[in-house]
């Protein structure tokens, strides 16, 4: 059974810092994998999708790596700003290409 | 264009009622998930429809849960005799393409609370 991990489950850093978080999962047969970002209250926005055969997928100030190999995934975000403070899940495509699996998230405060 | 919306945004139940979620995709999306999300944890997977029918259901936690999307757009979860345990958010999701590892939209949830 996949499981997805993120740690730590929270991160509080000074507006303007570049930070990594990361995501791992058990089994590296995965197809794509999500970055989500989800505020309070709030459903789940997409961030990024990389597809199995890719290394890495950029927007904007985020850039998210894959390594299939070691079953991780890391999401940087440069320059980080208050906005940005939400708490982000990965989540993996496995061999049913429809079904993700979630981790628990990281909850991301950014401090003015 | 819309996204996905669902509606009720919030539900307060008594234990042993019954209650309906619904679930409006993007329109066109063949793709039609639900996701419940315990406080704390990620969305956990629970049905799949691939335009009217439910292929994958494995993840419905017990009999007294049923979803349909009878014409394959608007689908509605219900869950009968409703339990504490059922108090979570439940998150529907679209995804434009079948069976195929495609980005998925998200609604805001439901937000069921049992008493």
């Known amino acids: 059974k996949q499981e997805v991990t993120q740690i730590p489950a929270a991160l509080s850093v000074p507006e303007g810092e570049n930070l990594v978080l990361n995501c791992s999962f058990t089994d590296s047969a995965i197809y794509n994998l999500q970055w989500f970002r989800q505020d309070p209250g709030k459903g789940l926005t997409s961030l990024l999708l990389i597809q199995s055969s890719q290394r890495e997928q950029t927007s904007g100030r985020l850039n998210a790596s894959l390594d299939k190999s070691s079953g991780r995934s890391t999401l940087y975000i440069a320059a980080s700003q208050p906005g940005d403070s939400a708490t982000y899940l990965c989540a993996v495509f496995g061999t049913l290409r429809y079904k993700l699996t979630f981790g628990k998230g990281i909850t991301l405060s950014v401090r003015p | 264009g819309a996204g996905v919306s669902q509606s009720p945004r919030y539900k307060v139940a008594k234990r042993g009622q019954d209650v309906a979620l619904r679930c409006d995709p993007i329109?066109?999306?063949?793709?039609l998930f639900w996701y419940q999300q315990a406080l704390g944890q990620g969305p956990e997977f629970l049905t799949y429809?691939?335009?009217?029918?439910?292929?994958?259901k494995s993840g419905l936690p017990s009999d007294r849960f049923f979803a349909e999307r009878p014409e394959g757009s608007v689908s509605t979860l219900k869950i009968q005799r409703t339990q504490q345990e059922d108090s979570a958010v439940y998150l529907c999701a679209s995804s434009l393409r079948r069976d195929t590892p495609d980005t998925q939209y998200f609604g805001p949830g439901t937000r069921l609370t049992v008493l």
């Open positions: 329109s066109g999306h063949v793709s």
């Open positions: 429809f691939q335009n009217e029918a439910q292929l994958d």
